[in-house]
């Protein structure tokens, strides 16, 4: 069977990387009587207003990680170059 083709990760992604920890609910588990809970990193987004989560592979967390801050940080810039284009138009039609 051939190996999966490696996929170029997206440059931005809209979410939040975090670690989910939760219980299990299975009675033999190791969880059920105050031992450690299960950890996954996931991804957790909004879509459709709904929120969602996508468990992710371990060697895939740093680049999702970095694909989210650089959306948060180019979503911080449009949001500065908006409130500036605002402000000039406040500003030019309230000298008429």
Known sequence: M????????????RGTVVTQRRRC????????NDGPVHESVVLSYSEQGRSRVLILPREEVEAVRAA???????????????NAGLAQLVSRLRQR
């Open 25 to 32: 609910g299975k009675a033999n588990c190791r969880c059920a």
């Open 2 to 13: 051939p190996a999966k083709a490696k996929r170029a990760m997206p440059e931005t992604i």
């Open 68 to 82: 989210t801050e650089r959306y948060r940080a180019a979503r911080k810039r449009l949001e500065e170059e908006a």
